[in-house]
């Protein structure tokens, strides 16, 4: 790696962290290496509900700066039922925290995407959509993502969930936070009520030519679907 590349550490759920990590804290420092400082709260763990982990957020971003001297922050609330990022719940906290953090600070600060379904199925860009519209909305500098299927399976991360992730978020900057709100009052119930049963998608393998590396017909239409449903509630691309 080089000094100009992101140099992660992690802080430990909720507010803590270990020796390890101030060693890691310290060699990084000594280099002059860029420091970017992860924490992932949990929405119904330690800290509680939507306005205790909102809280937990802002002062881990706080904790970032002041404790590492990071360079920025990678953020990422979670569910601790559903293992994701694009809950209502997450999406409220995430939301929340960037606004605050944004609106009173100069730092920047990133956000971790972590749809249930897995690649090449609408419900995964449908999921990370409702996240690239939070995200773009309330002021986050960084996206960083994304790791379909909760991140959590072999072969389970494409380009395409980052191209979307990427055209939401360019087609929501700048639109009043009234009408991104009714987007996702209309998007979130259209895959909310299917985490239990989240479709596993297919692997990179399945989802792109491996010698040129492009996207299957099949993942490519999946992905215009998606997009055309995210027109017709409201998202100009």
């Known amino acids: 790696m080089?000094?100009?590349?992101?140099?992660?550490?992690?802080?430990?759920?909720?507010?803590?962290?270990?020796?390890e990590a101030i060693s890691v804290i310290a060699h990084y420092h000594g280099n002059s290496d860029i420091i970017m400082d992860e924490q992932m709260p949990?929405?119904?763990?330690?800290?509680?509900?939507?306005?205790e982990t909102a809280i937990v957020d802002v002062?881990?971003?706080?904790?970032?700066?002041?404790?590492?001297?990071?360079?920025?922050?990678?953020?990422?609330p979670v569910h601790i039922r559903w293992g994701s990022t694009n809950t209502r719940e997450t999406l409220a906290v995430a939301g929340w925290t960037?606004?605050?953090i944004s609106n009173h600070t100069d730092f920047l600060?990133?956000?971790?995407y972590y749809p249930c379904a897995g690649p090449c199925t609408e419900m995964c860009f449908l999921e990370?959509?409702?996240?690239?519209?939070?995200?773009?909305?309330?002021?986050?500098?960084?996206?960083?993502?994304v790791a379909a299927a909760k991140g959590v399976v072999e072969n389970k991360t494409t380009g395409m969930e980052a191209?979307?992730?990427?055209?939401?978020?360019?087609?929501?900057?700048?639109?009043?936070?009234?009408?991104?709100?009714?987007?996702?009052?209309?998007?979130?119930?259209?895959?909310?009520?299917?985490?239990?049963?989240?479709?596993a998608g297919k692997t990179f393998q399945e989802c792109y030519?491996?010698?040129?590396?492009?996207?299957?017909?099949?993942?490519?239409?999946?992905?215009?679907?998606?997009?055309?449903?995210?027109?017709?509630?409201?998202?100009?691309?």
């Open 209 to 237: 030519d491996v010698k040129t590396v492009t996207p299957t017909a099949e993942h490519v239409k999946v992905y215009e679907g998606a997009k055309k449903k995210l027109e017709q509630l409201g998202l100009v691309f």
């Open 98 to 100: 960037c606004s605050a």
């Open 42 to 51: 949990i929405y119904g763990g330690y800290a509680g509900g939507l306005e």
């Open 128 to 145: 990370l959509a409702a996240q690239a519209i939070t995200d773009s909305a309330s002021g986050r500098e960084i996206l960083s993502g």
């Open 109 to 112: 600060s990133g956000n971790q």
């Open 163 to 199: 191209r979307m992730m990427g055209e939401v978020a360019r087609a929501a900057a700048g639109v009043d936070i009234a009408e991104i709100n009714k987007i996702l009052d209309k998007l979130i119930p259209l895959y909310e009520k299917n985490y239990a049963t989240a479709p």
């Open 2 to 19: 080089k000094p100009w590349d992101s140099h992660e550490v992690s802080q430990l759920n909720e507010l803590k962290i270990d020796l």
């Open 59 to 76: 002062a881990s971003h706080l904790n970032a700066f002041v404790m590492s001297g990071a360079s920025w922050h990678l953020d990422g």
